[in-house]
């Protein structure tokens, strides 16, 4: 098969600084060298490529849109593009890298004392501790705001019950960002403000049993946590924020990074059903020359491109400062919607070779049914635009 | 110790080269460029060094168009402290020789002792620069470099020298060394290099600035001139044999006797 090249049907390429540019081949060329090769057999087996996550920390991709505290402090854009060539690799890689820099050093990094920033982030940002980020739980998935698990004030400690459920990186992690009702003095859970802790591994009462059995981001490790009067120091708390806002902060951050990382899938999709397609022979000639097959990949090409553009223009605007979260659920639903539906007609053009992992689609069409249902399904973020347009919330 | 890297953009290995016009060379609109794979095993080998503190500073010396320039940034986020990109209308069309001579200039001017190179450059495939420019310098050349050692100013360098045989070869600065795959495994850029490479100033300098007779170079001094470009022959097709195994290989063995004359 030819070398992979990224689609720019729009010349959306002319857009991006030298800088934006040398960021995206840098990682696409690493996709290329380093996880192509070996992703299907790590799916096959189920098992995360950890031997790749010093070389991700070393390129500076942990936390790479973050200033400061050993972070390269590159533009949204940059950011973006790496989550899109890195989930061209694979979703289970990109997730590896969202978790860790959106979900786990963006709060410490926004929300934690200058102690806990000096602490973790250097290190996380070179992948020598790996953080993972739990807020769904067992019953509260789209509904995080009835969470159950709580924190408890003890004098010099807080302790911990719960569980938290999905939790990407769990059984790796050094580090857990548990968001957990803080419950006041003498009060119920109903009297509970959200706040968010860090656990680390080793803490008593806490452990992260990995799940098992997963169709889906097989290459990416996915772990409940539990906490049993899980006792930590009173300086594990994130003193910056409280409520909703804390998850959500981190979620709208890394929402961001799968519009883009969305995209990467659906152009391995693409890329792999044209080459397919022109090269297998049916009544005589190659399928790409019959009208259906066509449509096909005219459609492919056409919500690429109005992908790109959607994340370009969102990334902008995040790096101007002037991004809604609005925004981000449109971009996150759209990309992941299309390239969802280009995965499953990628996979009808290869016919039945399609379901072999000798070609990246099905893997990816898998691998996209996580990602079409974390970080806010598709129809929470229908919700989030229904509420946008008519100013009525209908989430209950 | 002040290390020179001798780097060439190239078209991509897997680009479809097309001949724009055969008297002036292959169509550059559709190329994408990189760094010629083996300047990049120079380029690590170099960067090795000062990391280890064996050299105080790495520059890249290009001769090129404007167009080179983001290879040469790739390079400087790798790394690579500084960069001289070797550029004058009195350069079009050099040859080797030309080449070479710009490079030689261009290397003392910028007072290195070590300049390390591709074993060749995949475009042109010549891996004539390289030595021309040691003989310009007066300098050694050791080629074809596979394993380099360096201690107190003595390099030592492992070379295929065919048969399966390797020679050691012994020598002390100042030198040129061409660079083999094996030799390294050459890094990646990080963000943080990339950043970097921003505040890195790529000079542009021409013959007045290194002090070189233009009339030594170009086209109107070139020795070598190409004048009629053309893609090699297509490969022709493969063959399939038919029928059973035991007349398939009969077959085939009596084509390589035969008709390719192998065995
Ligand atoms: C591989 C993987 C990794 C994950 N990693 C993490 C992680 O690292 N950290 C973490 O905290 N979580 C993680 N998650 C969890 C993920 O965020 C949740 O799965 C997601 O929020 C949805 O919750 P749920 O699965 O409980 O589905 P539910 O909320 O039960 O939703 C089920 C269905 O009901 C629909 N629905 C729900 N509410 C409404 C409503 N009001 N109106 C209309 N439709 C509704 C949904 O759209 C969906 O179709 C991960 C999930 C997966 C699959």
């Not at chain 1, 992703?39 to 070393?58: D, N």
């Not at chain 1, 590159?74 to 950011?79: D, H, K």
């Not at chain 2, 110790?1 to 001949?19: E, F, H, N, T, Y």
């Not at chain 2, 048969?163 to 600065?173: C, K, P, Y």
Request: a negative charge; charged letters at 25%.
């Amino acid at each position: 098969m030819a070398r992979y090249e990224g689609l720019d049907f729009y010349a959306i390429d002319k857009q991006l600084t030298d800088e934006e540019r040398m960021v995206r081949d840098l990682v696409r060329n690493w996709v290329e060298d380093r996880v192509i090769p070996i992703i299907e057999q790590h799916c096959r087996e189920g098992r995360f490529p950890m031997h790749l996550v010093p070389e991700i920390g070393e390129m500076g991709l942990l936390g790479m849109n973050l200033e400061g505290y050993g972070c390269a402090g590159m533009s949204n854009v940059a950011y973006g593009l790496a989550c899109q060539e890195l989930e061209r690799g694979d979703s289970g890689i990109r997730s590896f890298v969202s978790v860790q820099g959106s979900l786990c050093m963006h709060p410490i990094h926004a929300f934690g004392s200058e102690e806990q920033r000096r602490r973790y982030l250097p290190e996380m940002a070179t992948g020598k501790l790996i953080g993972c980020f739990g807020l769904t739980e067992p019953d509260y998935g789209s509904n995080p705001g009835g969470m159950v698990t709580k924190a408890v004030d003890d004098g010099d400690s807080y302790v911990l019950n719960g569980a938290k459920m999905w939790i990407t990186n769990g059984s790796i992690a050094d580090l857990a960002i548990v968001w957990a009702k803080l419950i006041p003095p003498g009060g119920t859970l109903a009297d509970g403000r959200i706040h968010g802790f860090i656990v680390e591994k080793g803490d008593p009462g806490f452990s992260a049993p990995e799940m098992h059995g997963k169709h889906s981001l097989k290459a990416s490790v996915t772990s409940e946590l539990v906490f049993e009067d899980c006792r930590i120091p009173k300086d594990r708390i994130l003193p910056g924020v409280s409520g909703l806002k804390g998850p959500f902060s981190c979620l709208n951050n890394a929402r961001y990074g799968i519009a883009w990382g969305a995209l990467g899938a659906a152009q391995a999709c693409y890329w792999s059903a044209r080459e397919y397609a022109l090269s297998r022979t049916q009544f005589g000639k190659p399928i790409a020359s019959f009208q259906l097959v066509q449509n096909k990949l005219a459609w492919m090409l056409r919500e690429i491109t109005k992908g790109q553009l959607l994340a370009l223009q969102l990334g902008r605007m995040k790096d101007a400062g002037t991004m809604f979260p609005e925004q981000i659920s449109l971009a996150k639903m759209n990309n992941v919607d299309i390239a969802l539906q280009i995965a499953r007609i990628a996979r009808d053009i290869h016919g039945a070779n399609g379901i072999l992992d000798e070609y990246p689609v099905m893997r990816h069409m898998a691998n996209l049914e996580s990602v079409y249902t974390y970080e806010g399904t598709h129809d929470i973020h229908n919700l989030i635009l229904g509420r946008w347009i008519t100013g009525i919330p209908a989430f209950e | 110790m002040k290390i020179g890297v001798l780097l060439k953009q190239v078209p991509a290995s897997d680009a479809r080269i097309k001949i724009a016009d055969p008297s002036t060379g292959i169509d550059t609109a559709d190329i994408k460029w990189e760094i010629n794979p083996y300047d990049e095993y120079a380029l690590e080998a170099a960067l090795q060094l000062k990391d280890a503190k064996q050299a105080s500073s790495v520059v890249v010396l290009t001769v090129g168009g404007a167009d080179a320039d983001q290879r040469i940034r790739d390079a400087l986020a790798r790394g690579a402290d500084a960069a001289v990109r070797l550029d004058d209308p009195a350069f079009e069309g050099s040859d080797c020789l030309g080449i070479a001579r710009i490079l030689a200039a261009a290397a003392k001017a910028e007072g290195v002792e070590l300049l390390l190179a591709g074993k060749q450059a995949i475009d042109g495939d010549n891996a004539q620069v390289p030595g021309m420019v040691a003989e310009l310098l007066g300098w050694g050349n050791i080629s074809v470099v596979d394993k380099l050692e360096f201690a107190d100013g003595t390099v030592k360098a492992w070379r295929a020298s065919g048969g399966g045989a390797r020679d050691v070869v012994e020598a002390s600065l100042p030198l040129v060394i061409t660079c083999d795959k094996g030799l390294n495994e050459p890094r990646y850029a990080s963000l943080k290099g990339i950043m970097m490479a921003k505040r890195k100033k790529i000079a542009v300098k021409g013959a007045a600035d290194l002090g070189l007779d233009p009339s030594t170079v170009g086209a109107a001094a070139a020795l070598v001139v190409e004048d009629n470009w053309s893609l090699p022959p297509e490969r022709p097709a493969g063959r399939i044999l038919e029928g059973d195994d035991a007349t398939r290989v009969k077959e085939l063995v009596r084509l390589l006797r035969d008709e390719a004359k192998v065995i």
